[in-house]
């Protein structure tokens, strides 16, 4: 016959009424914080409300006199409306486009610089530029300097492969943003990776080549593994960064031609501040935010479990 013995219930240590650890001695530390807190939900989650409040209400401000309550009409127009899809669905790919490219060419670039080489200060520090420029310099670069039909370097490279003046910008408005896009992050992704790279511990690459494996085998089953996290931590961020790009599309294409360069956020300030919808823009501006937490909750959720996996 087995006996059990019974466990002992854990005893919650009691808090003290008065003193140190007491309920009043925890807001007493507390309190220097809650000016900054107030602050806080006053600028972040006031302008959120009143955004929810105008966009219940019908109002152009175009026809004085016209605002009024409507409900959830402004919703119904955002999600019947085929142009605001096709705005979604030009932010979905400009976004993950400009985030996978951006990952790819700074993977690449990390694992030249993981290599000793002379000069690899200066050429790091040449590939670090791009993401230090300001994105509206940046915009302005790309489509004076290099995608102008008439003066731009690209014209000037290709000219003797026949390709003539091709207005880029014109013929492939969402394509230039992003290729701006993709050369202006691309740095971000290779410090990331190369941060990555480099901390991988030495005894294993060299016992992989040991047993035989060659550079790719290596690069496969090492290297890869080890960078995951890096890489999803990379394409989160940029993710979140680069679904609210507005100057590089504002600067290059107007969102032209028609709604072709479009994402969501220039298509709400078009809507709010060149077509005077404050109410149905606002309902966009909610449609947006909520869709954005909700992605990036489950985002960074995998993120999280990726870190705290690693660790255990």
Same mark, same amino acid.
């Given at each position: 016959m087995t006996v059990t013995a019974e466990r002992p219930a854990e005893v919650t240590p009691r808090r003290p009424e008065r003193g140190p650890g007491s309920?009043?001695?925890g807001w007493i530390r507390r309190a220097p914080l809650l000016p900054a807190l107030i602050f806080t939900i006053i600028i972040t989650q006031l302008p959120f409300l009143f955004t929810i409040y105008y966009s219940l209400q019908s109002w152009n401000l175009v026809r004085p006199g016209s605002r009024q309550f409507v409900g959830l009409d402004n919703y119904v127009n955002v999600f019947t409306? @085929?142009?605001f899809r096709q705005v979604a669905l030009n932010t979905v790919v400009l976004t993950a486009g400009a985030v996978i490219f951006s990952m790819i060419l700074g993977l690449f670039f990390a694992l030249l610089l993981d290599r000793a080489f002379f000069g690899r200060g200066f050429i790091r520090t040449l590939l670090i530029t791009p993401f230090l420029i300001t994105p509206v310099a940046a915009a302005l670069l790309w489509k004076t300097v290099l995608f102008d039909p008439t003066y731009g370097l690209i014209n000037f490279v290709l000219s003797p492969f026949g390709v003539g003046q091709t207005d880029w910008i014109s013929t492939f408005p969402l394509t230039s943003v992003m290729i701006a896009l993709v050369w202006q992050w691309a740095p971000?992704?290779?410090?990331?990776?190369?941060?990555?790279?480099? @901390?991988q511990p030495h005894d294993v690459l060299e016992a992989a080549r040991v047993d035989g494996a060659g550079t790719f085998a290596v690069f496969r089953e090492v290297t890869m593994p080890h960078l995951r996290r890096?890489?999803?931590l990379g394409l989160v961020l940029g993710a979140i960064y680069l679904v609210n790009t507005f100057d590089a599309i504002y600067m290059m294409t107007q969102g032209g031609p028609g709604i072709a360069s479009a994402n969501l956020p220039f298509y709400i300030y078009q809507r709010a501040f060149l077509g005077f919808d404050i109410g149905q823009s606002a309902a966009m501006g909610v449609v947006v935010v909520v869709a954005t937490i909700i992605i990036a909750t489950?985002?960074?959720?995998l993120i999280f479990r990726s870190f705290s996996g690693e660790e255990s």
């Open positions: 309920r009043a001695d409306d @085929s142009q971000f992704m290779m410090l990331l990776t190369l941060a990555g790279l480099q @901390s890096f890489i999803e489950f985002a960074l959720r």
